[in-house]
């Protein structure tokens, strides 16, 4: 049995801004974030989140994890500056289905000039579903790493 259709915007949480992802992956899907450093996020977990199980695929998990350090570090460094992910880890405590929220924190633990280290985590309600963490490398301007 399929999961159920869910509506990627209905009941965003309040004081969160909507934010369209761009790319081959999630391109065209709103997100949300919030905080003086946007290290609040918010995402809706729709049907064709689901796996088979009806839970929501690690793939998805891991996908948003990536997205919402990057973004998070992103935003702390000039605009011009490239950054790749140099290392990512999610540790899958819990599930999420259609129709929940996940909403989380990012906390930066080093924003250099060559590396960027965040962690965080995704919550539904009270529950931890995942703990994330993430390291990023600054490119040069000649697009090799420093």
Known sequence: ?????????SGAPEGFVPRVLRGPFFGGRTV???GVLTDLFA???TGDDCN???ITHGGVIATLADIFVVGFIAAQLPAHARLVTAS???DYLGSSRAGDWL???????RIG????????????GERTVALIKASCAILADSGTPQ
């Not at 159920?4 to 915007?9: G, L, M, R, S």
């Not at 909403?103 to 633990?109: D, E, S, T, Y």
């Not at 000039?113 to 539904?124: K, L, N, P, W, Y």
Request: aromatic share 4%; charged share 20%; with cysteine.
């Open 88 to 90: 990512l880890s999610v």
């Open 32 to 34: 949300f974030t919030g």
């Open 1 to 9: 049995m399929p999961p159920p259709k869910v509506d990627e915007h």
């Open 113 to 124: 000039r060559r590396q960027c280290v965040a962690s965080g985590e995704f919550r539904v």
């Open 52 to 54: 088979g199980l009806g």
């Open 103 to 109: 909403l989380g924190r990012i906390h930066a633990h």
């Open 43 to 45: 995402a809706r977990i």
